[in-house]
């Protein structure tokens, strides 16, 4: 094969095939996509409802510590399936990538997209691939979308005073590693994005699904956004403990340098959950018991004095609100 | 004792010792933003009133100068600068309007970042928009050092370095019977050393603190500046951030910066121009004023804003006594500079602050 993606790649022939079959077969592999027919044909034996999501990634840069463009892809759009109640069965992927690109990398990138579909009992099994000409892309822009299987139905207009805010583990750890990579920060320590999938845990909570009654990814906008969102949906009020959100200590000490607030940096391999009291405990245990999971924490609860809007109960006892970020943020001067 | 036990502990002695209505400005905007964001604003008993001062230094950087880089930009250069200077408006538009239409503007963190991008492009000529206080002058001396021993002819420095002092003796003249305290930025403090502020006291016989950016700092601070203030005696000072803060700075970043640099008068944003408060290129490096390289004259005129920005640095008005906060000003339209940055005090109270709680 070549060693950098030309325009031929993306013109349905001979280097098509060579791409689809030397790459996207090889680590997609299934017999779904493996009988190359214009759309994907499966049966989905259920009477259940379906999900379907998709997402764009076009972030920069394509790799980072704890991962790549495309696990970020392939994680994304299942853990949209997941926090939606749904089990993520089947993906699409899309690739637009600009003319030059190496094909050595898009290679890790295609592998690490191949891994992670083993590791969820997920499949790719439909794609496509446009080369654009240099200068119309930044490198490369993957798509995903999926569809899941409803497994649980929440309510979350069921949601009451009192019920419980369970974060899955530690926060702003994917905006902390793009953010070292971004501007070639070197620091000490470990910085790995978490970015991952969270189907693990939510299927390991089956039993509980009574209890939960609403699930977000703090993504894009961190938990302060994911938490908003709850609570416009819930239409109720959140109060958050600063000291029980589950954050490592390198995360703060980068953030603070930077001038940046880590309740507004994504996660990547994180869930909220809104739960029950009653089952808020055993919902927590079984979080922990998964590896994904063991810094998972009880950080707030729905209340009544809070009037609809998110509020955080600082370390020494204050009080602020938590917005939705309005502006993007930018490392301070000083 | 746990330190947020110590903070709140901190607090209440506060709670129960003042009693008079007290003015305490902090000079720095990210003490206005921890202040805010660690909920010590909202413990505060209602008599100790926080007031914002000019330690901002996107609040204070002249659009005359966001105005010259727009239009170096405009030729076929690459400008770098701080992340928050590239949302801050000039007379017109500010640098990030440029970033949807052009790739060649980068965000750096540490002014050497700017001799890397100089020594990888050596076909283009790159400009950094070297803005701050005494805080990022040192670095900015070293950058502009490294590249004269260099000889990196295609690196050029968009200076606006302003000094601490001469804002304060302007403000604490004025406002001497209004402002019963001073928070004092800890990070100029490292660079300058603790006796650059002694002046607080002994001249204007206000009480004045150095303090660091954690709440426990901060609540410290506070509480030695009420218990002083409320006791009547003279005037004090305290260096309360002795961590990191020697009496006398850090000898060598304040050498490389009076190098490098010559004191001269300074135009601020909203407030105009002072005497001998900003930092400019010796003779020795003009060579690396990108203002003479390409040639272009920043006009000086009065800054246009609608807002009222400059009352709020000067610590007259609190942020939501503006007429346009919230309103026509927010972080995401913002009219004047205290909302753009992210350590301006109007984005700070934005952010944080609502009434009642």
Redesign the interface.
């Given at each position: 094969m070549e060693e950098k993606i030309i325009l031929s790649h993306g013109d349905g022939g001979k280097f098509t095939s060579t791409l689809i079959n030397e790459l996207f077969y090889k680590y997609y592999g299934n017999e779904i996509l493996l009988k190359g027919g214009d759309s994907a044909v499966f049966s989905v034996k259920t009477r259940r409802r379906l999900a379907f999501s998709t997402d764009s990634f076009v972030i920069k840069p394509l790799f980072f510590q704890g991962g790549d463009i495309g696990k970020l892809a392939v994680c994304g759009t299942i853990n949209d399936l997941a926090v939606s109640g749904a089990k993520p069965l089947y993906l699409s992927a899309g690739f637009i990538i600009e003319e030059g690109f190496s094909i050595g990398d898009l290679e890790v990138i295609v592998r690490s997209m191949g891994d992670i579909c083993r590791e969820t009992g997920t499949m790719i099994i439909t794609g496509d691939t446009k080369v654009v000409e240099k200068g119309d892309a930044d490198g490369l822009f993957i798509n995903t979308a999926g569809v899941g299987v409803i497994e649980n139905r929440y309510m979350p207009k069921k949601i009451k005073n009192g019920d419980r805010i369970i974060i899955t583990g530690s926060i702003a750890e994917h905006g902390t590693a793009i953010t070292l990579e971004r501007?070639?920060?070197k620091a000490a320590g470990s910085f790995g994005s978490d970015c991952g999938s969270v189907y693990n845990i939510i299927s390991s909570l089956a039993p509980f699904y009574k209890g939960i009654k609403l699930m977000r990814d703090p993504t894009r906008g961190g938990v302060a956004a994911a938490l908003n969102e709850i609570s416009a949906l819930a239409g109720k009020g959140i109060r958050i403990y600063e000291?029980l959100i589950p954050i490592r200590k390198e995360v703060i000490a980068v953030c603070n340098i930077?001038?940046l607030?880590p309740l507004y940096l994504a996660s990547e391999g994180r869930a909220i959950l809104a739960v029950d009291p009653s089952m808020s405990h055993e919902i927590l245990k079984c979080i922990r018991s998964c590896e994904n999971g063991k810094d998972a924490s009880i950080i707030g609860s729905f209340c009544d004095s809070c009037s609809n809007?998110v509020?955080?109960?600082?370390?020494?006892?204050?009080?602020?609100?938590l917005?939705t970020l309005?502006?993007p943020?930018?490392?301070?001067?000083? | 004792m746990y330190k947020a036990e110590l903070v709140k502990s901190i607090i209440n002695k506060i709670q129960q010792s003042c009693i008079e209505k007290l003015n305490i400005m902090e000079v720095c905007g990210t003490h206005t933003h921890a202040v805010s964001r660690s909920g010590i604003r909202s413990l505060l008993p209602p008599n100790i009133v926080l007031l914002s001062g000019p330690g901002c230094p996107v609040c204070v950087t002249e659009e005359g100068l966001i105005d010259a880089a727009v239009e170096i930009l405009k030729k076929d250069i690459i400008l770098a600068a701080f992340g928050d200077m590239v949302r801050v408006r000039g007379s017109s538009e500010s640098i990030s309007d440029q970033l949807h239409k052009r790739k060649n503007i980068f965000i750096v963190y540490s002014p050497l970042d700017c001799l890397d991008l100089a020594r990888n492009n050596p076909d283009k000529q790159v400009v950094f928009l070297a803005a701050g206080f005494e805080t990022t002058a040192p670095g900015i001396a070293l950058a502009v050092k490294l590249a004269y021993k260099e000889n990196l002819h295609n690196l050029s420095f968009l200076t606006s370095l302003k000094l601490m002092p001469p804002v304060l003796h302007s403000i604490l003249r004025e406002k001497q019977k209004k402002i019963h305290g001073l928070i004092c930025p800890g990070h100029v403090a490292a660079v300058m050393g603790a006796g650059y502020f002694r002046f607080v006291a002994g001249e204007y016989g206000i009480n004045a603190a150095v303090c660091g950016f954690e709440p426990l700092d901060i609540a410290s601070g506070l509480l030695f500046l009420t218990e002083k203030i409320s006791s009547g005696t003279e005037a004090a000072f305290a260096n309360l951030y002795e961590s990191c803060v020697r009496e006398e700075g850090n000898e060598t970043a304040r050498k490389i910066m009076m190098q490098v640099f010559d004191i001269a008068d300074g135009n601020w944003r909203g407030i105009g121009e002072i005497k001998e408060s900003s930092l400019v290129l010796k003779e020795k490096y003009c060579c690396f004023d990108a203002l003479k390289k390409f040639n272009i004259r920043p006009h000086k005129f009065a800054d246009n804003m609608q807002c009222n920005c400059s009352d709020v640095i000067l610590g007259n008005i609190m942020p939501y006594e503006c007429r346009l906060f919230g309103k026509a000003c927010t972080p995401q339209k913002p009219a004047g500079p205290c909302m753009i940055s992210s350590e301006g005090s109007c984005s700070a109270y934005y952010k944080y602050w609502e009434a009642g709680i």
């Open positions: 501007y070639k920060i000291n930077l001038g607030d809007l509020y955080l109960e600082t370390e020494v006892g204050g009080r602020r609100l917005n309005e502006a943020m930018l490392p301070r001067i000083c | -």
